[in-house]
């Protein structure tokens, strides 16, 4: 269906609904001022949680909304991205972010708890005696696994654990939530690398991969040798004339013949790469295999988390991880900054500069200005300031933005921790950069604002208000400060929290249509041949229409249908032939398939809502990068 006959049926449902009211888009939430806590308010990811005197107060991000559950004592309470958990005596209380539901495990004794990293961790292992539970923060349940004897060998990480039972070793995925099992052996080692998307059990002669993505085990039978190379997303090891990696991505094993074992590879995330004779081999997770690249004249290597640059005297040749592939070189010496998913390089036998984005595999030569401050890599972009405004870049595009500006004295905040890009345009003007749709999103106040930036969010106040921009939401959200000035603020990946004299603001990053990646402004991409799993917030019983687009746009259609997010051209709508259930959120899972045609594919998708009570409006909107 063509995007006219949509806004028609839009406009048209609007128009004969004489009571219509503006619906609340906005993602500010607005409390009494919390009083009764005797921890600290605590503030990561999409949750925000702490305890009273007599109970656990958990709020969800993705849902919006306050849950509780009574405690007498806090024998372990641990906040992390997307849920908490509390331990009073046998019961074990965790709150998913994703469901924005509470799960009481009881137990026999108390369990221990072993969990990822504390500011970065979606899943828990819970253990008594011969029994075993994993949760899933983003499936909201406890799993159970019996086992053959007590005191498991564990080992969990941000989004993969294993657990060993015996000759047994169980992978636990955050993405799916139930034990895979594979057989080892007594001389089995287990590890889980920080960054957690995949586990490795292995034993002299035999590789074990299991992948946290796919939730599959593969094996490969190998007599490496030497060092084996684990990081978030990809295992690598050598024997003396074979290459082998692991993707986090396929959950699949490749080879490639070697002249002999590297003595040197430089790894990151998602790629590795080292020398072979006069050649690079390079291997990248996205697709799991490896690429050779002939020829290459006294190589040094610079890595980061999506991508290979292979620097030789005379040019740089690009290895994109998503694509697992090199892209064309740029000719000349440069200074190169990188950051997770993009790169700038600065010529030193050459006036040029350019732009590597590993989505594109290409490089986007950078405008002919002259900057006057060092340009700013963040996760997923690049701005140059220059003396008659700023020029950005999206990994999404190859394309740079232009910001013209109004006042001399205007400044920006691109910290390279972040995804986040702000300028200040004199006192009352705001700019974010919306990577996303590529473009620049504009925020103007009475009062002069101030202004800090966190992972892919921007927040700024004038005293009376405060304004949140997300990429995930692509918009200013706004909220009265009601007349209190901000005693304290609290930004953490994607949560904003406002204290006031009176009152809790707090602002998630997470619109009502969202999905589990976050790629490239983040981390977690959208492999083919796996789900894309999306979480619609809305009133009970609202049925769905689902809008997809290949190109994102920026329509304000008013305050009652909302934002359409969607280009027109190339706009199609699929009635959904289920309803948003009695608890408000429905979870929608696509099997997104093995296509070639798929790769490398934006698609934009935003859900039109029909609700059993007043009027319809668009939801937010999510734009997964497929490789």
């Known amino acids: 269906m063509r995007i006219a006959s949509i806004l028609c049926g839009i406009a048209?449902?609007?128009a004969l609904t004489p009571s219509a009211s503006a619906v609340d888009h906005n993602n500010w939430r607005t409390f009494p001022l919390i009083t009764n806590a005797v921890t600290a308010v605590n503030n990561t990811g999409t949750t925000t949680s702490y305890l009273s005197a007599t109970e656990a107060y958990f709020y969800s991000g993705v849902t919006k909304q306050w849950r509780s559950v009574p405690i007498s004592t806090a024998d372990f309470y641990e906040h992390y991205n997307a849920y908490a958990l509390v331990q009073d005596g046998n019961s074990l209380h965790a709150f998913s972010a994703r469901t924005g539901e509470i799960e009481t495990l009881v137990t026999s004794a108390p369990a221990l708890i072993v969990s990822g990293p504390a500011t970065s961790s979606w899943m828990s292992f819970a253990v008594v005696g011969k029994n075993a539970w994993g949760f899933s923060s983003f499936r909201g349940e406890w799993v159970p696994l019996s086992l053959s004897q007590p005191n498991p060998n564990m080992d969990v990480r941000r989004l993969c654990g294993l657990l060993q039972d015996g000759d047994t070793v169980y992978g636990f995925s955050a993405h799916w939530g139930t034990f895979v099992p594979i057989a080892a052996d007594s001389q089995a080692v287990i590890q889980v690398n920080d960054g957690g998307e995949l586990g490795v059990a292995h034993s002299p002669g035999m590789l074990r991969g299991f992948s946290a993505n796919q939730?599959?085990?593969?094996?490969?039978?190998?007599?490496?040798?030497?060092?084996?190379?684990?990081?978030?997303?990809?295992?690598?090891?050598?024997?003396?004339?074979t290459a082998a990696g692991f993707s986090s991505q396929t959950g699949k094993f490749a080879t490639e013949p070697i002249v002999a074992a590297p003595t040197t590879v430089w790894v990151d995330a998602m790629v590795g790469a080292f020398p072979d004779g006069g050649d690079v081999v390079c291997y990248g997770a996205g697709q799991g295999e490896f690429r050779r690249l002939a020829g290459v004249t006294s190589p040094s290597f610079v890595t980061d988390y999506h991508f290979v640059l292979v620097v030789e005297p005379t040019r740089v040749t690009p290895f994109s991880s998503q694509l697992s592939n090199f892209g064309s070189p740029i000719a000349g010496t440069f200074l190169v900054t990188t950051n997770d998913a993009i790169a700038y390089a600065e010529g030193i036998s050459t006036s040029a500069a350019y732009a590597y984005s590993p989505m594109l595999n290409a490089w986007t030569p950078a405008p002919a200005v002259t900057p006057t401050s060092t340009p700013a890599v963040t996760r997923s972009g690049v701005l140059i300031p220059h003396a008659a405004g700023y020029e950005a870049i999206s990994a999404r595009y190859g394309t740079w933005v232009s910001l013209p500006i109004q006042n001399s004295g205007s400044f920006f905040l691109a910290p390279s921790n972040g995804s986040a890009i702000l300028v200040h345009d004199g006192p009352t003007t705001a700019h974010a950069f919306d990577g996303r749709l590529n473009r620049w999103a504009t925020i103007q106040s009475t009062g002069p604002l101030s202004g800090s930036t966190k992972r892919h969010m921007a927040v700024v106040d004038d005293g009376v208000s405060a304004w949140a921009f997300s990429h995930p939401t692509s918009r200013w959200d706004e909220v009265s400060l009601h007349g209190s000035s901000i005693n304290k603020l609290d930004l953490s990946s994607s949560t904003t929290v406002i204290d006031t004299g009176t009152e809790t603001h707090i602002y998630c990053v997470t619109g009502d249509l969202s999905y589990e990646g976050r790629e490239p402004e983040f981390s977690r991409g959208m492999k083919m041949g796996n789900h894309l799993r999306m979480h619609q917030v809305a009133p009970a019983g609202s049925a769905l229409v689902t809008l997809i687009a290949l190109q994102g746009d920026y329509v304000d259609l008013g305050p009652v249908t909302g934002i359409l997010f969607l280009d027109g051209g190339s706009t199609i709508a699929v009635s959904l032939p289920v309803v948003v259930p009695s608890n408000g959120i429905l979870h929608l899972d696509v099997p997104v398939p093995e296509d070639p045609a798929l790769l490398g594919l934006q698609p934009h998708l935003q859900n039109y809502v029909v609700p059993p009570t007043g009027s319809p409006y668009l939801s937010t909107s999510v734009s997964p990068f497929i490789y």
């Open 215 to 241: 939730n599959t085990w593969d094996t490969l039978a190998l007599n490496y040798t030497g060092s084996t190379y684990l990081t978030e997303g990809v295992a690598l090891a050598f024997s003396s004339d």
């Open 12 to 14: 048209a449902t609007a």
